[in-house]
């Protein structure tokens, strides 16, 4: 099993620009996430689902969009990026509250 | 709302050192409480957790309690290696699927 893969690994964006975060997991899970983690602040819930067609707002979920047409995929979109916005991001599965949760090996991201 | 706090970093420590990282917790109800270990260039990966009161998570020689009476979930290990050299999480969840997450604790172990 794969696991959750995330893409890219490292992305530059400019200042305006926009672009999506690919996260696929091949578990079943019904709950995805996605977190940003910057020094200092651990990780902080942007936007998380809890199956096919349900979305809601995590903790700092200003200035990103999510869907979720499918099981496997959970795809994050900034629609302008900002310098604000670097980070690095991680998205993460389960099949419950009680299990673990998975991360993908992240995204570092930067806007200049 | 619901929070984590614990230790701040770093921490380094000489191989076959005891490691202590503090952990406390805001919550309310009853809610299930992780450790999560992130080794550098990767994501991150459970380590260990503890879902009721007075349980006590174990993995690779680390160990946790859940304490309702003092909110806390202290990770101990008594002799680290080399390889423990990570940033170490303390995590929440509450009667939902959402983790909580502290600010993490960088510990590097030496030779």
């Known amino acids: 099993n794969a696991g959750v893969t995330q893409t890219p690994k490292f992305q530059v964006l400019k200042t305006g620009q926009s672009m999506t975060l690919q996260c696929a997991q091949d578990m079943n899970h019904e709950y995805m996430s996605w977190y940003r983690q910057d020094p200092g602040m651990g990780l902080r819930l942007i936007h998380y689902s809890v199956g096919a067609g349900i979305t809601d707002q995590g903790e700092v979920p200003n200035g990103y969009n999510v869907s979720r047409s499918t099981t496997e995929d959970f795809p994050l979109r900034l629609l302008s990026a900002a310098p604000s916005q670097t980070s690095v991001y991680f998205c993460?599965?389960?099949?419950?509250?009680?299990?673990?949760?998975?991360f993908g090996q992240g995204t570092r991201l930067t806007v200049v | 709302g619901d929070s984590v706090t614990q230790m701040e970093g770093p921490v380094t420590l000489s191989e076959e050192a005891c490691l202590t990282i503090?952990?406390?917790?805001?919550?309310?109800?009853?809610?299930?409480l992780f450790w999560y270990v992130q080794y550098p260039g990767e994501g991150l990966q459970l380590l260990l957790k503890?879902?009721?009161?007075?349980d006590k998570g174990s993995n690779k020689g680390f160990e946790a309690t859940y304490r309702k009476e003092t909110t806390s979930f202290h990770l101990e290990k008594g002799s680290v290696q080399v390889s423990d050299s990570a940033v170490y999480f303390c995590a929440l969840s509450p009667n939902d699927y959402k983790l909580s997450f502290g600010a993490g604790t960088t510990v590097t172990v030496r030779a």
């Open positions: 503090n952990c406390t917790y805001t919550a309310t109800g009853y809610p299930s």
């Open positions: 503890a879902t009721k009161a007075d």
């Open positions: 993460a599965s389960s099949y419950s509250r009680d299990r673990e949760a998975f």
